[in-house]
């Protein structure tokens, strides 16, 4: 009998820690690195191309928030080919799966969250998977949203691709993010006529309408008056960030436990029959 209990306390650890396995926190592998921005244009810059991969969140949808970099409808490079882009180095081949990009959604000043937003990866910066379109968590006006998709492919390169909502110029993002979790696939190149972004976008030359609070000159919204109602930062809820990294010591830490609870039942059983 205490042979069988003592077997089964055995099977019942280590169910529980296939199942902290199973529920831990993949690790955000875009955390510090470096990235290339497309559709860059006038102050809202990035100084040292890492407020994107810093885990440094926007507290408000308002474009004075230094964690914002701006990516404009007007840019050379949107104008060229339809959207902007980011594209993240993560510095080595790993498993991309859950994706996450943060934005302002402020339509008042011409900040709108993109109206499209595709995902590609790659291993070589060259050939690009057909892209995974994100979905927003929720889409309120003034505040910080988030919108998330999952590739489930191997890459080295990700590719955010954004396109503007109608009646707005810019584009802000404060932080964008890269998992390693889900199952890893290879990379299948998109049909040729899927490799390009389909443009969605509001002409460039569409001004933003007059009763909005922004400037005439839409390409630079730090001009615009402050409206009363923004001095009261968003929600904070807003600014929560996503848990990130550390997980590896603690995949460790738990699969020594299981084996050390393994080897100990199997010494009491053998003691037993003895």
Sequence with gaps: ????????????????????????????????????????????LDDDTKKLTNGDYAASSHYSEPQYVGLSLNSDFYSANGCASIIVDLGESVNVGKVVISLS??????????????????ADKSTWSEAVELEYEDLTEAAVVKAIGVVNLTAQYVKYELIASEGNS?????????????????????????????????????????????????????NESKPADESTPADSSETEETPEGGNTALWIGLGVVALVVIVAVIAIVAKKKK
């Design 1 to 44: 009998m205490k042979k069988i209990v003592s077997v089964f306390i055995a099977l019942t650890l280590v169910l529980s820690l296939c199942g902290i396995f199973a529920f831990a926190e993949a690790e955000n592998v875009a955390a510090g690195k470096s990235y290339e921005l497309n559709g860059l244009r006038d102050q809202y």
């Design 105 to 122: 959604n402020h339509c008042s000043a011409g900040i709108g969250a993109p109206s499209v937003i595709n995902v590609s990866v790659s």
């Design 170 to 222: 810019w584009m802000f993002v404060d932080e964008v993010e890269v998992y390693n979790d889900g199952e890893a696939g290879e990379i299948t190149p998109p049909t040729p006529d899927e490799s390009t972004p389909v443009d969605e976008s509001t002409p460039a030359n569409e001004s933003t309408p007059a009763d909005e609070s922004a400037p005439a000159d839409e390409s630079k919204p730090a």
